[in-house]
């Protein structure tokens, strides 16, 4: 007879077994690749999950788009498009469709990853649909181009309650909001506004402002002084990948694009990778973390601890890594090693 001497009991409502259905979008780049190895581990630990697939996604088919809104949860990688020129960021489009206004990567240390800096644990929290990604940009005169930066009291109201929501339902004792109200005193003075009137409902989480230049010198030399951040989009995007590569890289962060209805999971940094597309060599830690992510959000905690203990065995022994962690291991082979490292 097993007998614990220490166990938890997680006490779901009746009926919570019931089968989740989530979509599914691979992406572009190294997408199906890293999407196919987190279905894999999805399907071998027998979660009540059942998958639609949304290939070659058409963000202007309203039925389409209609049709993933009724799945509340979805697995994503990158859509690629044209830089620099041609209609605007598909993915950027999507999560203005699905209003997922918050974006949440969590780049923390796993022991086995060989880092300049150990013991990293900071949530990024960033303003998803406004900011320099507004997407209204004009040519004023030939030669000339204006893009214009949109923050609203809303938006930065409600992406403020996010994050110290997030902080407190996670016992993070500290929020720092990052800005350049120094010379953009207009929008970004109202964003710090709106963190300011938010964080003084929350008197036992410590409330910090750094300007976004210092915080990125801040972030590479003493990243342990952040716990949750919380930004306007651009410099979110831009600090989210800073500490994803202090963590060991864009293979390793999981992300969520999430808002009242809808919850986009996909890796912190959004990169199609196509320099590796296709050669079965990249990482797909931080997708199954993602799913991971996922199922802690959809009330199935335990399975999604197998997944995340099967993922830190597997770059703690170090036997079965790929090349961008100090290995040598293909892709398949990774996702083999993590699916018997998940116990029963």
């Excluded at 342990?224 to 410099?235: E, R, S």
């Excluded at 890796?267 to 830690?285: F, M």
Aim: proline fraction near 5%; charged fraction near 20%; hydrophobic fraction near 40%.
């Amino acid at each position: 007879m097993l007998r614990r001497l220490f166990s938890t009991c997680y006490a779901p409502k009746p009926g919570d077994s019931a089968i989740r259905k989530i979509a599914i979008i691979p992406g572009d780049g190294i997408g199906p690749e890293i999407m196919s190895s987190t279905l894999d581990i999805l399907k071998h630990i027998h979660a009540p999950l059942t998958f639609k697939e949304f290939s070659n996604l058409n963000i202007n088919d309203k039925d389409e788009i209609s049709d993933l809104k009724t799945f509340k949860c979805a697995l994503k990688g990158t859509i690629s498009h044209m830089v620099g020129e041609g209609p605007g960021s598909p993915n950027l489009r999507l999560r203005k469709l699905l209003n997922v206004y918050a974006d949440l990567v969590h780049a923390f240390s796993i022991p086995g990853i060989k880092t300049r800096h150990q013991n990293l644990d900071v949530i990024v929290i960033r303003e998803n649909i406004e900011g320099e990604y507004s997407g209204l940009e004009h040519e004023v005169y030939p030669g000339v181009i204006e893009s214009i930066k949109v923050i609203t009291r809303e938006g930065s109201l409600r992406i403020a309650e996010y994050a110290f929501e997030v902080a407190y339902l996670n016992n993070r004792k500290r929020v720092t909001a990052v800005h350049k109200a120094n010379i953009m005193k207009k929008v970004d003075g109202e964003f710090l506004k709106a963190v300011r009137e938010v964080a003084a409902k929350y008197p036992s989480i410590e409330y910090k402002e750094m300007i976004v230049d210092n915080a990125s010198m801040q972030m590479t030399s003493n990243p342990w002084q952040f716990d949750v951040m919380v930004l306007p989009n651009l410099y979110g995007s831009i600090l989210a990948n800073i500490i994803s590569s202090l963590a060991g890289g864009p293979g390793i962060s999981p992300g969520v694009n999430i808002g009242p209805d809808f919850a986009l999971f996909e890796p912190g940094t959004r990169h199609l990778a196509r320099d590796i597309s296709g050669k079965g060599i990249a990482n797909p830690t931080a997708m199954i973390l993602s799913s991971a992510m996922m199922l802690r959000h959809i009330n199935l905690p335990h399975f999604a601890e197998r997944i995340q203990n099967g993922v830190f065995k597997t770059i703690k022994e170090g036997k079965v890594l790929t090349q961008d962690i100090g290995g040598k291991a293909t892709t398949y082979e990774y996702t083999k090693e993590v699916i018997n490292n998940i116990t029963h």
